[in-house]
């Protein structure tokens, strides 16, 4: 099934925006009037890119900048911060190539062909190869900490937990033949935070084993 890339039509623009949000304050809402007033970025072309920044995960549904927009403010995590959120905007394109931020053009436009079902020549088709070349320059794609494995991009999850989760397993229970009983089991779900630290994680597990898990 053919599916729509997001991408912009003003490329220049939400680089430029992009620029302008490293160095202005954060607001508490993301809005035309921000980005006109606070950026001097006017006109319907700036208030156009405010979707897409959305789309990238740096602004919420509701209009108030994410952590990853903070992240992204910081020179020093700046570009980490805008290749996860180009992870998060081209996501389809990463399940057909988990490597398409290293494509040449040619690659990347045959996917995005694929993907959209758009003419090679059309517009849409060229903005969305403008778009994602512009982001991805400024991006980085090998800084990401080799000991986090992401479920999604908003819920970092450390790639040891399978130790800590081998640890909790129930033991088993030795079972005669001859006694009668109801066997029972239990599903457990985790809503686990959006940390790096390993430490919290310990002591969930830790919690676990002791007060459910070795009852």
């Known amino acids: ?22 160095s202005a304050s954060v607001p508490e809402r993301f809005t035309q009037d921000f980005v006109n007033t606070k950026l001097a970025m006017k006109g319907g072309t700036a208030n156009a890119c405010i979707p897409i920044l959305k789309k990238m995960g740096l602004v919420g549904s509701d209009g108030s900048p994410t952590e990853l927009y903070r992240e992204f403010r910081n020179p020093k995590k700046s570009r980490t911060a805008l290749g996860t959120a180009f992870r998060r905007l081209y996501e389809r394109l990463y399940e057909m190539n988990e490597y398409i931020h290293d494509a040449d053009d040619s690659d990347v436009l045959g996917l995005i062909v694929e993907c959209t079902g758009n003419e090679k020549n059309a517009t849409a088709t060229k903005y969305t190869l403008s778009t994602f070349n512009m982001l991805r320059k400024h991006a980085d794609f090998e800084s990401h900490d080799e000991d986090m494995e992401s479920v ?36 457990i779900n985790l809503n686990l935070p959006a940390t790096k630290d390993i430490e919290v994680f310990n002591a969930i597990f830790k919690s676990l084993k002791q007060h459910i898990l070795d009852q």
């Open 1 to 22: 099934m053919a599916e729509n890339l997001p991408y912009s039509t003003s490329i220049g623009t939400l680089e430029k925006i992009l620029e302008k949000i490293k």
């Open 152 to 187: 999604d991009v908003g819920n970092p999850i450390p790639k040891n937990l399978e130790q800590h989760i081998s640890e909790i397993q129930p033991q088993r229970q030795n079972t005669n033949t001859q006694q009668k009983g109801i066997n029972l089991s239990y599903t």
